[in-house]
């Protein structure tokens, strides 16, 4: 696969900026949702799971088994809020303050319930060595129960190479599956950057 740079800022409302058809993508699909202070929107996913991350703002997020009230100053200060939803299910967003969210999708099941993950529940590592060491969050990792998303963000320290050592994604081999991959990146004006890792998983 190859890569793809798609530049924000990106317009008011879910826009989207990666998705199969416009890209070599196959399963996977990236936007983004930006609301105005006092904005709301209502989004659904028909046949897409997906993953709501707030990146910064303050609001309101509501679904059908629950609401909650979110606040996130930025994505270097403090650890992710986010909302899974099965295939079809509708959620509503409301800000009180400028806010964005990234929303990752992937061809899902209806039948998995909704989950809300929280700062507390999130548990960061940092990895790595000299010259290459990054703090790791997993937010939909290997042992949740989405049917093809892992998500997490990854912080790089200043000085840091992010992509060290060199791995393999979106090839096939033995033992092996395809899988797509995307990263959402916000540099810091610090020297700090937090790129979102999305993976298709088969």
Request: net charge neutral.
């Amino acid at each position: 696969m190859g890569m793809l740079h798609v530049r924000g800022p990106y317009p008011l409302g879910y826009a989207r900026i990666a998705e199969p058809g416009l890209t070599p993508l196959r399963h996977l699909r990236i936007g983004t949702v930006r609301l105005s202070p006092g904005s709301e929107i209502r989004l659904t996913f028909p046949d897409w799971e997906t993953v709501l991350v707030l990146l910064r703002g303050k609001g309101d997020l509501e679904w059908p088994e629950g609401s909650v009230k979110v606040d996130r100053p930025d994505v270097f200060r403090e650890l992710a809020t986010a909302l899974y939803l099965p295939s079809g299910m509708s959620v509503r967003l409301k800000a009180e303050e400028e806010t964005e969210w990234a929303a990752i999708h992937a061809l899902g099941d209806p039948d998995l319930p909704p989950r809300l993950i929280t700062p507390g529940t999130l548990h960061p590592r940092v990895v790595g060595g000299e010259g290459f060491r990054r703090q790791i969050v997993e937010i939909l990792g290997p042992d949740f129960p989405a049917r093809h998303l892992l998500v997490g963000e990854t912080l790089t320290f200043g000085g840091n190479w992010s992509s060290y050592p060199p791995h393999k994604r979106g090839t096939s081999g033995r033992g092996s599956s395809p899988r797509g991959s995307l990263s959402l990146q916000d540099p810091s004006p610090i020297g700090l950057c937090v790129a979102m890792d999305l993976l298709f998983t088969s």
